[in-house]
């Protein structure tokens, strides 16, 4: 909660904005990223079963990763992982 006397004009400055990539939508407004590389993986105990994760790298500028099934991202992105069949 700010109190009204706490805020002040806004001055314009051609740094704050930002320069946006040509962003490509599907028709159900999601946006599909590309993965850039595999940072880690390990194996996690699931329902009884061995799954193998990769931490996958969705925007080097900002770190952006998220941990995926490695199977699932080996269909989906077979360049990631050269040489391993």
């Known amino acids: 909660v700010f109190h009204v006397s706490q805020l002040r004009k806004y001055v314009a400055d051609p ?3 930002l320069e ?3 962003v490509q939508l599907r028709p159900d407004r999601t946006l599909e990223m ?3 590389c595999i940072e880690d993986s390990r194996t996690r105990l ?3 079963k061995d799954v193998r994760l990769v931490k996958v790298v969705w925007d080097a500028k900002t770190g952006d990763s998220t941990w995926e099934v490695a ?3 080996k ?3 077979p360049q990631l992982f050269p040489g391993k069949s």
């Open 15 to 17: 740094s704050h904005v």
């Open 20 to 22: 946006l990539e040509d």
């Open 34 to 36: 590309q993965s850039v």
């Open 46 to 48: 699931y329902k009884g």
């Open 71 to 73: 199977e699932a991202m």
């Open 75 to 77: 269909e989906l992105y």
